[in-house]
């Protein structure tokens, strides 16, 4: 059976983000080394769509990669607030997504804007730093509407992990799929992919 009958799974043919180069360009330059991938960035940027005026929280910002592909998918009315506590790597995303009026850029822990901020306020959540996903999990979570998409990515193992860190990726997993208001599904897709809708709405 010919080989040309399975297409690559990690092929992206949807086109990226205008903003995606520059800030490839720029994170390079920077030695950035924890950038999000173009394959949970599309995935990022369908789910940024299929909700109407979608209010997102992206924890990390590192240099907006995954931000610009959030945006990309949000509509008119959409609202992205994306958390970072480095203001250099953040000042990057500034550059090239800071003229738009849908984005809030924050600086901040993520620990304390998620301790301030309104619960239930976002139908989209990207946790891309440790808080949120392997600490202060419960107040990622109750930041999430009913009816809400949480995503986590880099879930599979990476070079640049602690000696310390791979223990911890079942951990949490199993700590989402235990959640009885959570639907959770994973894939070894990407990064590493794990995915969890609450109920209601």
């Not at 959540?125 to 999430?144: Q, R, T, V």
């Amino acid at each position: 059976m010919s080989k040309s009958m399975f297409p690559d799974r990690n092929r992206l043919d949807m086109d990226p983000p205008a903003q995606l180069a520059a800030i490839q360009a720029a994170t390079e330059t920077l030695g950035f080394n924890m950038p999000s991938i173009p394959q949970t960035g599309a995935l990022l940027r369908a789910l940024a769509a299929s909700k109407p005026a979608a209010r997102v929280l992206e924890l990390g910002t590192g240099t907006g990669i995954a931000t610009c592909w959030l945006l990309d998918g949000l509509d008119a009315n959409g609202q992205l607030v994306t958390v970072e506590i480095d203001p250099v790597v953040q000042q990057v995303a500034k550059i090239d997504l800071g003229y738009d009026a849908r984005i809030n850029f924050v600086e901040a822990e993520a620990v304390e804007f998620m301790q301030q901020a309104p619960k239930l306020a976002f139908d989209l959540i990207f946790a891309d730093a440790l808080p949120g996903k392997y600490s202060e999990l419960d107040d990622a979570l109750s930041l999430l509407a009913d009816g809400g998409i949480y995503v986590v990515d880099d879930l599979l193992p990476q070079d640049d992990w602690p000696a310390d860190h791979a223990p911890k990726v079942p951990v949490f997993i199993e700590n989402m799929k235990s959640r009885t208001e959570l639907t959770v599904e994973y894939w070894e897709w990407s990064s590493g992919i794990l995915l969890a809708r609450k109920s209601g709405a």
